[in-house]
């Protein structure tokens, strides 16, 4: 089965080889027919601390490293 890969912004890089990554998606609503923003926050590993914040990446399901952390950053 092919890993997910989800493009996001970087909120925050103070952890330790961490980076929080919000991710927004649009649908339409199914009721009231307008488009609906959600996002949802990803922890990610970063082993370098190369991505700072209000940088957009892409990252990628992995298995798990931490107790939070399920998603690594793959360069752009």
């Keep these: 089965m092919p890993k ?4 996001g912004t970087v909120t925050s890089d103070q952890n330790e080889q961490t980076a929080t990554v919000s991710v ?5 609503h199914p ?6 923003r959600k996002s949802k ?3 990610a590993h970063d ?17 798990p490293i931490s107790k939070t952390k399920r998603w690594e950053v793959i360069a752009n």
């Design 47 to 63: 082993p370098q601390n190369q991505f700072k914040v209000g940088d957009k990446v892409r990252i990628q399901e992995c298995a």
């Design 31 to 36: 009721l009231l027919h307008k488009t609906v």
């Design 41 to 43: 926050k990803y922890r």
């Design 24 to 28: 927004e998606r649009r649908f339409k």
């Design 4 to 7: 997910r890969i989800l493009q």
